[in-house]
Nanobody, 121 residues
Framework: QVQLVESGGGLVQPGGSLRLSCAASGFTFSSYAMSWVRQAPGKGLEWVSAINTGGGSTSYADSVKGRFTISRDNAKNTLYLQMNSLKPEDTAVYYC??????????????WGQGTQVTVSS
């Protein structure tokens, strides 16, 4: 069965960095686009970033552009999100999501359990 397991969250001071990982199994990882989605306390889901199958095409929400970098290692079946210059408003549960198809924009069919990121002094 499909499994997505996030790790790397935690408490960090404003301006700090974290690297999230998402270990994927149960499907051909290299055949699907992947995304990161977050949910801040009391708010709805917010798309953060997406990456195509080969990793050569990425996209970002305006709120994180220039600070976050999405990447993938298809040999390790792992998705990453490097988060720099973190702000308190980045506090959220971050979810790894498997896109339905090899291209993004068609929704997700599997989600991880999420990892908490808290940005606070």
């Amino acid at each position: 069965q499909v499994q997505l397991v996030e790790s790397g969250g935690g408490l960090v001071q404003p301006g700090g960095s974290l690297r999230l990982s998402c270990a994927a199994s149960g499907f051909t990882f290299s055949s699907y686009a992947m995304s990161w989605v977050r949910q801040a306390p009391g708010k709805g889901l917010e798309w953060v970033s997406a990456i195509n199958t080969g990793g050569g095409s990425t996209s970002y929400a305006d709120s994180v552009k220039g600070r976050f970098t999405i990447s993938r290692d298809n040999a390790k079946n792992t998705l990453y999100l490097q988060m720099n210059s973190l702000k308190p408003e980045d506090t959220a549960v971050y979810y790894c999501a498997k896109d339905r198809y090899l291209t993004t924009g068609w929704g997700y069919d599997y989600w991880g359990q999420g990892t908490q990121v808290t940005v606070s002094s």
